[in-house]
Nanobody, 111 residues
Framework: QVQLVESGGGAVQVGDSLRLSCTASGRSFGSYSIGWYRQAPGKEREMVAT???????NYADSVKGRFTISRDNVKATVYLQMNSLKPEDTAVYYC?????WGQGTQVAVSS
């Protein structure tokens, strides 16, 4: 059993930055690949970034060069640093580990 709790969302303006955190409780955090996903109103949930157990990363084309995913296995936390935010980044952001999902954190970017 893994529980995931996201934090760090908020309302910002175009060009601002935010750092999301996903903190896990449970066993074997370090062995999981962790992903950040997002879902905008009326749209399907989409992958934003993933990081494997050996810290290999993967990004959606829409966020490459702006977002950075990282992990701290000691703190059982995965971060998503989001820079140069755009209105199209507005969504609820979810953390995923295997079949486990967090409750989501809202990001709203206004122009």
């Amino acid at each position: 059993q893994v529980q995931l709790v996201e934090s760090g969302g908020g309302a910002v303006q175009v060009g601002d930055s935010l750092r999301l955190s996903c903190t896990a409780s449970g066993r074997s955090f370090g062995s999981y690949s962790i992903g950040w996903y997002r879902q905008a109103p009326g749209k399907e949930r989409e992958m934003v970034a993933t990081i494997s157990s050996i810290a290999k990363t993967n990004y959606a084309d829409s966020v490459k060069g702006r977002f950075t995913i990282s992990r701290d296995n000691v703190k059982a936390t995965v971060y998503l640093q989001m820079n140069s935010l755009k209105p199209e980044d507005t969504a609820v952001y979810y953390c995923n580990a295997g079949s486990y999902w967090g409750q989501g954190t809202q990001v709203a970017v206004s122009s």
